[in-house]
């Protein structure tokens, strides 16, 4: 089960929400001599039978399908040629609920339960002819999903349902009206109440995939619910993902949008109080299913917008993987190293064995997680096993209490915790990535359906970008390898600076691909979305041309009226959500503008309004900061001989250098929430071969880190690249740019900002970052250049 076992009251919970959300046929009773189906959100198991008693029948087969069905303390029932089929989310009891089956005169009694949660226990009893037989307490959920209890060869017997054995013929109708109403109930609550949503979406998208008929419901439920794991199952601050906005949504094409949902919206509120068919009841249907050709302008660029980030998302996984697969590649060349060459020398220097042992875990398990997210799963898993068995063994070996014991557990808790976060970080990314691909090639979506199915998303409540942990891997590791880097043993210390690369850069992938799942099933709802919308035209049109004057609505067509009404709706809230992110981002504190999908399209809109002025926004984040922002002109960050070694004899030999600017570099010190406008990169005596300009290529990987009052912040977005050209003169012809090192001047020519379009939508970037600095060699010598300085200018806050 997914998340906190929060306790709601229920009946009281559906019964607002079906109000204020105006929820079609939420529920519908269905009693006479051969069945009695109640389909409700909440059923109350005691009320079900006081209906059954006053309806007059006695009906062979009793379904009940809801979310919740509750029992009440005292509550029993005997089955006598009968079946009793509960099938809902959660069933709750306050005492055991006992269900008597009378087996004396036939074998007809059946009892079936279907539930994802239990909370109390249920527990059969088989009245036979030869006496009572008491059966197996149930106190959990079903694993296989139901559980009934029969007989067989003339004895009760209780086994277990598969999904796929759920559904009985005289339900289908039922149970897909169901778990339609269930996905509403989710879509609606989904921003207010996540932990519930969640589990509402497990559900539904374990029994919706088992019905060819439901895969519109299948994938928007699996989407919602890839989406809100990524989104609660990461730290709050730190895999958040920045989207570029499209300054055309937020004006003209959301004003034309809102006015067309509005009207929908009016026209659906009046459609919904006719409770028969009137000819005003079909105009209105007919209205409803209208073409609108200012919600297909808005959605498309809206649509084309999600995809844009989507690609950016993933470009920033892209690029984070080569960081990773860099990293592990060094990791495993000095593994080899150390385990030919270092271990003997730590014997001869006779280092402690158990110091070996834990140096050549910390390097084997860097390998193995790396290897996890990057390379090969299964042998990467292999890898950081063995180490974790190292580290344990030392753990048991040394003495309780003692310094090495603690360090050692505190790394093995730390690094079972990563490779199990690895494990299931890894199937959310590659589930979010086939529901795309199935959504984008929605004519095989069903082919796919099955394999999405089978994907369990259980995080155990892990934080999926793992901050912490990779914090603890990093800080253990420097613990242990303390005392030989300070007695200058050999591969210490390169024991320590692999293991850092890789801590630091799997913690960037993991915060990327969290950041790319959200983006990923942002693009495949509103592309879902459309493509329904589309799909379902004719479907609606035959619906409404079917319908009978003085008859009740048909339930089918009022819940798909209601969910392109939530559609529409949806369709504000995702630009309005997107705008949220980006101000995120802007201010490091959430917006006060907080849209809610219960609200109406009017609500939405002034939100929309109020985001894009963006006074209030702009007051309150101005009035939180500890110090209003200051401008920011030239800081500088160098890379030489100095302070980057290796970094810069790279640049110097292939002309790129590829660094990381830590939150901790002193060129930074006591400030914070930095952002940028402008960076120029200058290289120090570099010789032209050709012509009198350089150029550089600037670039970061699409992780940003930030900080204000020291709190840190991670963000994803698209990776930037930027170019930034130069000419270098030998004489001062007014104002230079720049002064180099051998008395010759720089101007700039091609400038490196952000361009305003993105900054519109609050993005520009930290200087906390990876960064890649390209030229090209074959027209510029490096050989002889002594330093790389970046220069940057924009905005900063005094943070001490």
Known sequence: MYGSTQSYEW??????????????????TEIDANHAVFRAMYLDLSEVRTALRSSGFDPPLVMLIADVVNVPAGTSWR?????LWIQARRVQSDERLKVTLDFRDNHGARFVLFCDELAGSVQGEAVTASGDIALPVIEA??????????????????SSLDRSMGVAPQSVDYLHQALRTEFLVAALIYDTHPQLALRQLTWLKNWSGHHP??????LRSSSLLTLLTAQMHAESDGAIFVPYLSRQVYTELAKAFVAQAEQYEADYQALGTQKVVTDNFVQLAETLLANKIHETRFTTRLLAQAKTNFENATAAVTAAQHQLEK????????QIDFEQVGVPEWKQKKILETTITLGTAIITFGVGIAGMLVGDPAAGAAAAGSAIKGVQAVEAAARAGSELADLAKSLADCMDQLEKIAEVLQKVYVLSMEIVAAVESFHDAENRADKLRKTNLDTDGADLTAIYQWQIYRQNTEAMLAGPIQEGIGYAKNLALAVDAVAIYGQGLATAQVAAVAAGQQYASVSLQKKLAEQEQQQLEKYVRSLVEGQ?????????????YLDMKSSLFTALQGYRASYFYWALAPSVVRPRILDDVGQLAAGLTDLTNITMDSATALERFFRPPQILSDKRFIIDDRTAPEIFAEFKKTGTACFTIPLETDEFADFGRVRLTRVRVWIENAALR??????????????????DREKTYQFTSKPLNRIFEYRVSPKKIGSPDWTFDNSTYGYVAVDGAVDREVSYGYFEPTPFAAWNVTINPSRVDLSNATAIT???SGSIIHDA
């Open 11 to 28: 009946r009281r919970l559906y019964e607002e929400l079906e109000r204020e959300g105006r929820v079609p046929c939420a529920s519908a």
């Open 79 to 83: 089955l006598r040629d009968m079946v």
């Open 141 to 158: 959920a079903p694993p296989a999903g139901g559980v009934w209890i029969k007989c067989g060869g003339g004895n009760p017997v209780q």
């Open 213 to 218: 008929d439901l895969l519109d419901v299948f």
């Open 327 to 334: 990293a592990q590649r060094v990791a495993g060349d000095l």
């Open 552 to 564: 009740a609505p048909m339930p089918a067509l009022m819940q798909r009226l209601y969910r392109r």
């Open 690 to 707: 050709h012509g009198t300009s350089v150029r550089v290529q600037i670039g970061t990987q699409g992780g940003y880190l930030d900080r």
């Open 790 to 792: 970046m220069q940057f």
